[in-house]
């Protein structure tokens, strides 16, 4: 058995090997298509992973949370475009998308007026500003919702097959 990594600043992917206990010769066994050289170089951020790999590694892992960061962080077009997703337990993302769309609800006068005359007057801009974070957070606890539904789903705390019978009986 190898010895534990007591390097600092350990990236999500190295984090995520060592929760499970597994050194990089056992996760490389159980990834299949990832040596345990490919995988210190992504652990070490010598080489920036492949998405396939991601994949595996998530799928392997059973952290689909895996996928947002690396989207998040290594992509170029997610770096614009996907926000990072922390996992959080269900009633701290609960608690933060009805917050949210709270104060959603007191900002929808002011987005309806805004949108009456098809344009942003300056005396417009902070209040679209405002409104523009403030969906910001309710799409980031959507996106932490939908995150957390697929770890519950891959680790298996919500049964797959009942959820997915359900899915379809709906459309």
């Not at 920036?48 to 994949?55: D, Q, S």
Request: hydrophobic residues 40%; glycine residues 4%; proline residues 4%.
């Amino acid at each position: 058995m190898g010895r534990a990594s007591v390097r600092p600043n350990k990236n999500q992917f190295q984090l995520a090997r060592e929760s499970l206990g597994l050194t990089r010769e056992k996760a490389s066994a159980m990834l299949q298509t990832i040596s345990p050289e490919r995988l210190l170089k992504i652990e070490t951020e010598k080489v920036t992973p492949y998405p396939e790999e991601i994949l595996t590694l998530a799928k392997t892992y059973q952290m689909p949370e895996l996928c947002n960061c690396y989207c998040a962080r290594f992509c170029p077009i997610g770096q614009i475009y996907v926000p990072e997703v922390k996992m959080k337990d269900l009633s701290h993302i609960v608690l933060e998308l009805l917050a949210s769309l709270n104060r959603m609800t007191v900002k929808k006068e002011q987005l309806i007026e805004i949108a009456t005359d098809d344009g942003i007057t300056n005396d417009e801009i902070d209040d679209f500003i405002d409104i523009q974070d403030e969906l910001g957070k309710v799409s980031l606890a959507i996106e932490s919702l939908k995150l957390w539904s697929e770890k519950m789903l891959s680790s298996g705390v919500i049964d797959m097959e009942a959820y997915l019978a359900r899915r379809e009986n709906r459309t």
